[in-house]
DNA sequence: GCCTGCCAGGAAAGCGCTTACCTAAGGGGA
DNA sequence: TCCCCTTAGGTAAGCGCTTTCCTGGCAGGC
């Protein structure tokens, strides 16, 4: 049950602590063979591993970097995360995954953790919460938390904190839209996210401007808000469908979203693209495994994780930077004229 | 640039150290009204977050829980990952996640970072590796870090140190297996996991234990082995089928592979099941989406996570345990006989 | 009115490290 | 030969907390 500590492993080769931990952490101060050895077998016998508690408070450096998701095991993030994961890894730092849940408190308690643990920095991913006292509450906590040394980068959001990585939710939504009016769909169906998210909220402005630019206007009828998720997505459709009968085509603002929605479209015998079209967001490895597989927007999801770590690990004292990711449509077969 | 510490506050407030600590922590000793004010006071003045490097090495307890994963964005850890935060969050701990990339020598040196950081339990998901060196030093580590009052649990491993969730990998690729058979096939060709992990040999295993009961034999012929993903089963299947003209069903070690297999056979324009059979491995959402859905075997991914943080996070000092968690077979309408 | 007992609050000793500063010994130059 | 500089290694002061133990003040009992 006894941890060896460093005086441990000092004792056991004669040696003062300063010496170990000199050796332990290869300072470039010098020292001689005979020791160093010596000191290394100790630290072999006695299994010692350096309490990092203690390190970090000694050393009053900052190494780990926290990471908060809404729910890692969405494709989506995972995706992401994967990117973040993969950058941190080649600055060899530990990353610290949390997830909110998509729940405002449990985030803002999340960054609280993290700027307590004393992460080097915490990027916050996803969308945020379109409720002001609370986006500025967050704020607030993300400013601390730099104020105090910490880096912050934020994937998609609308805080202003720190560096921020934004994929071009509103441009992805209009080229959905303006793809769909372009074949010739005139009573179209949105699919949307929860109400209370900014990327909800992003990417249908996008899609009212298609509607407008194409002298048509998406009512309140044809939109339908629905969780992030397939399970969202099917009981969606369901209701954009007996609302509006002559709907030609449907509108997802996530892939996840409308693999759900293909599944009913597949229960009623509805025929995709042939009787309704089927446009997502976001390209998930999902969508092309699918049948048939689906038109989307895709957002480099890996790349967007990989840039937002490069952000916050930067060493440069540079300013808080904005990058902005491109949207692209994807055409493949879910998409067709109506008949 | 500076942070807030204790003393700040304590002066600030007028009070020692010892005073802003209790109330912090609310401990049971009782504190005036008055001073529990101005003290509160004090810290939202000084946006005061107490450093929690400094509260663990102070208290000596621990805290966050450590979980090393192959890759949290693959959908199989995904979801072990979802049941194992649920459950931590339940017990109010932090989860720090970790990923190895199914790299050895990166899950041995996790190992070491999560005993350095004190942390409660580590958690290790998926397959192990089949080399005894590394999976020796992998046990001696763990028992350290249990010797040192850490918990360990592992999932679906052979190493024997703390407590264990083993999914019945083995009995799983039997039902695979059967499956097949009974429904007359005869010339079966496996797509494999990586040959080095653990699983892959267990759920192989069971599938040879299949055609032996069924008075076959499954040869290495028959058995290509591959990345466990989307990719890797989409190979696999092309040398499958190239290698044994006669096949008339497929079985994938896990549900990625037999995605890309599907894939593939829809490439080569072979009807699945009317032409080929397929069965896949583990249930994952993605196996009811594609067309036809696929017949599989489940394993509660979700439940073993949450099972497994349970035991991970028990308070009560019993020995190890070991769970056994069953697998059944789930027929959808990727497998049907041959013609 | 004095002593005892209780209680709120403070002083200080760590927790396990790192590191600035100091010491002692050895080597080289004059 | 003597002195000074270099250098390997040690001493000890923190890092920011928690917690044990102690103190001083007050109320109550005799």
């Known amino acids: ?58 050393r009053a450096d900052r190494t780990a970097v926290g990471v908060i998701v809404h729910d890692v095991s969405d494709p989506y993030f995972a995706e992401i995360t994967r990117g973040l994961q993969r950058v941190a890894t080649e600055h060899g730092r530990l990353v610290i995954i949390c997830n909110s849940y998509r729940d405002p408190e449990r985030e803002l308690a999340y960054v609280d953790l993290l700027h307590a643990h004393r992460t080097a920095a915490v990027v916050l991913t996803g969308s945020g919460y379109i409720d002001p006292a609370t986006t500025a509450r967050l704020d607030h906590k993300l400013r601390l938390f730099e104020a105090t040394g910490g880096r912050v980068a934020v994937i998609g959001r609308h805080e202003h904190a720190g560096d921020a990585i934004v994929p071009e939710n509103e441009h992805g939504g209009w080229l959905a839209g303006d793809a769909l009016y372009r074949l010739g769909h005139t009573s179209i169906g949105v699919i949307a996210g929860p109400a209370h998210l900014t990327t909800t909220a992003d990417r249908l402005t996008g899609l009212h401007r298609a509607a407008h630019d194409h002298g048509h206007n998406l009512t309140t009828r044809h939109i339908e808000y629905a969780g992030f998720d397939r399970n969202g997505g099917h009981a969606a459709a369901a209701i954009l469908l007996n609302r509006n009968p002559g709907l030609t085509a449907i509108a997802a603002l996530n892939d996840s979203m409308a693999v759900g929605a293909l599944a009913l479209l597949r229960e009623r015998g509805l025929e995709v693209p042939a009787q309704i079209s089927l446009i997502g967001f976001d390209d998930m490895p999902i969508s092309v495994d699918v049948t048939p597989p689906l038109s989307t927007v895709r957002l480099p999801l ?18 808080p930077q904005v990058e902005h990711v491109a949207a692209h449509l994807v055409l493949r077969a879910s998409t067709a004229p109506p008949r």
Chains 1, 2 share one sequence.
């Open 1 to 58: 049950m006894l941890v060896a500590t460093l005086a441990d492993v000092a004792r056991r080769a004669g040696v003062s602590t300063a010496t170990v931990s000199r050796i332990i952490n290869n300072s470039p101060k010098p020292v001689a063979d005979a020791l160093r050895e010596r000191v290394l077998a100790a630290v072999a016998e006695l299994d010692y591993v350096p309490n990092a508690n203690a390190q970090q408070l000694a």
């Open 302 to 319: 890996e790349e967007i994780g990989a840039r937002a770590m490069s952000l916050a690990l930067r060493e440069d004292g540079t300013d």
